[in-house]
């Protein structure tokens, strides 16, 4: 079962985040924000259950193009 206060911060986490759609915002950010503790957590748990997925970054793509060796 899912304590309060965990559920207090997925709340807030996941409707900042459809807030934001579709620009994408990162942990930090969001913890700033929300201000308070257990956004990774319940980060984490949104992710577990299928409410956010993890996608790489636009410099995550543009790094995988330079191909470096």
């Known amino acids: 079962m899912q304590d ?6 997925q ?11 579709p620009k994408s915002l990162t942990i930090p ?3 700033r924000e929300i201000g ?3 956004v990774e957590r319940a980060v984490r748990d949104l992710l577990g259950v299928g409410l956010l997925e ?3 970054s636009a ?3 543009r ?3 330079l191909e470096l060796p």
């Open 54 to 56: 993890v996608r790489a």
């Open 36 to 38: 308070g503790d257990g």
């Open 59 to 61: 410099a995550a793509l």
């Open 4 to 9: 309060q206060p965990n559920a207090a911060v």
């Open 29 to 31: 950010t969001v913890a």
């Open 11 to 21: 709340r807030a986490v996941l409707g900042l985040l459809l807030e934001a759609h």
């Open 63 to 65: 790094f995988e193009r």
